[in-house]
T-cell receptor, first 111, second 112 residues
């Protein structure tokens, strides 16, 4: 079965800093990959997803992610974070008919 | 997301009590899921259902049961609650052939 690793558990940045959150999945083949965000006190919302095609995926709020097949990675990036990006970020991979989620990365952005 | 609702939003109960968490959706999706979220563990799948007559166990189904009363309703029960079931519980839905899941607002459950 697939598994997902998010190595950054807690990231602290100042506003305008660049962000990259790591996500690795366990094995190859055709993969569907997702990034979800959970703002404080809210439910999970889809940021972006990759199914096929261009490995650089653009999502909402200026986020993007790059699928690198050779590295089994799907890292999330944003060139300049804002205080409102403070949230928990979850990477997920489709496994058969289910989504397998990583343990999440808590991002704190200070003004 | 008002399309997926969960009741109650918060619940405090005692060890040994049976409780039910409810999820309703107006998205018309066939597939529904129950997850629990614990700090540092992410989301773990409890049960999922692909239609009214289809129920499947997830990673951590022990101590839980579910009922799919209709396409739009999927309930999670804790038969005899224990303190380590204290967590945030999320319901999610997805459409057949579409892998994106849409989440409800969550139920914060505390078992004393």
């Amino acid at each position: 079965a697939q598994s997902v690793s998010q190595h950054n558990h807690h990231v602290i940045l100042s506003e305008a800093a660049s962000l990259e959150l790591g996500c690795n999945y366990s094995y190859g083949g055709t993969v569907n990959l997702f990034w979800y965000v959970q703002y404080p006190g809210q439910h999970l919302q889809l940021l972006l997803k990759y199914f096929s095609g261009d490995p650089l995926v653009k999502g909402i709020k200026g986020f993007e992610a790059e699928f690198i097949k050779s590295k089994f990675s799907f890292n999330l990036r944003k060139p300049s974070v804002q205080w409102s990006d403070t949230a928990e970020y979850f990477c997920a991979v489709k496994d058969t008919d289910k989504l397998i989620f990583g343990t999440g990365t808590r991002l704190q952005v200070f003004p | 997301d008002a399309d997926v609702t969960q009741t109650p939003r918060n619940r405090i109960t005692k060890t040994g009590k049976r409780i039910m968490l409810e999820c309703s959706q107006t998205k018309g999706h066939d597939r529904m899921y129950w997850y629990r979220q614990d700090p540092g563990l992410g989301l773990q799948l409890i049960y999922y259902s692909f239609d009214v007559k289809d129920i499947n166990k997830g990673e951590i189904s022990d101590g839980y049961s579910v009922s799919r009363q209709a396409q739009a309703k999927f309930s999670l029960s804790l038969e005899s609650a224990i303190p380590n079931q204290t967590a945030l519980y999320f319901c999610a839905t997805s459409d057949y052939g579409e892998d994106t899941q849409y989440f409800g607002p969550g139920t914060r459950l505390t078992v004393l």
